[in-house]
């Protein structure tokens, strides 16, 4: 069955250093989350691709974070700087194209992120 | 905006008990319903869904119907067993695939 990929597992970083994620989804699927989950609530959304282009980062800290899916595939995520508050689990999730909207999204392991 | 509320927990129960997760929406259009569910350490996975009023969804002995008059999509199963201890997630998607999770209710099982 195929998955979403994502690495590391684990990051511990001190504060102020940069740091990246890397998300891989289901092959063939156009639309691309990623998705911030603080420890005892659910996720919420950061930012969204259609194929390349960004359709919702309404909710990014652009001052520190960026995303990007420069050939409408792999994505990859990044604080710079990070903050103690950004210490959460970052999902990445996919889901196939499809008009309308309301698709099941299908979630990877998720990077663990410890800001000290 | 759409919304989803779910009870809060912890939920502890015995092995082979009833169990009921209670899940209410406010939405604009008719969502998906979803639950979803993540164990120690991992990511989630989906569980049940139903695209539309009055669909049951099902899986592994769990169900949940959509209940539109009601705005809700309560998580059930019959008996629980200790390999069903995780976190469920009860989430709403709209017309722009925008999913809205709810805070996630913790179900421990003991022998």
């Known amino acids: 069955e195929a998955e979403v990929a994502q690495s590391p597992r684990y990051k511990i970083t001190e504060k102020s250093q940069a740091v990246a994620f890397w998300c891989d989804p289901i092959s063939g699927h156009a639309t691309l989350y990623w998705y911030r989950q603080i420890l005892g609530q659910g996720p919420e959304l950061l930012v969204q691709f259609q194929d390349e282009s960004v359709v919702d980062d309404s909710q990014l800290p652009k001052d520190r974070f960026s995303a990007e899916r420069l050939k409408g595939v792999d994505s990859t995520l990044k604080i710079q700087p990070a903050e103690l508050g950004d210490s959460a689990m970052y999902l990445c999730?996919?889901?196939?194209?499809?008009?309308?909207?309301?698709?099941?999204?299908?979630f990877g392991p998720g990077t663990r992120l410890l800001v000290l | 905006g759409d919304s989803v509320t779910q009870m809060e927990g912890p939920v502890t129960l015995s092995e082979e008990a009833f169990l009921t997760i209670n899940c209410t929406y406010t939405a604009t259009g008719y969502p998906s319903l979803f639950w979803y569910v993540q164990y120690p350490g991992e990511g989630l996975q989906l569980l049940l869904k139903?695209?539309?009023?009055?669909d049951k969804g099902s899986n592994k002995g769990f169900e949940a119907t959509y209940r539109k008059e009601t705005t809700s999509f309560h998580l059930e199963k019959g008996s629980v067993q200790v390999s069903d201890s995780a976190v469920y997630f009860c989430?709403?998607?709209?017309?722009?695939?925008?999913?809205?999770f709810g805070a996630g209710t913790r179900l421990t099982v003991k022998p």
């Open positions: 139903a695209t539309k009023a009055d």
């Open positions: 999730a996919s889901s196939p194209r499809g008009g309308g909207g309301r698709e099941t999204q299908y």
């Open positions: 989430a709403l998607s709209g017309g722009n695939n925008d999913m809205r």
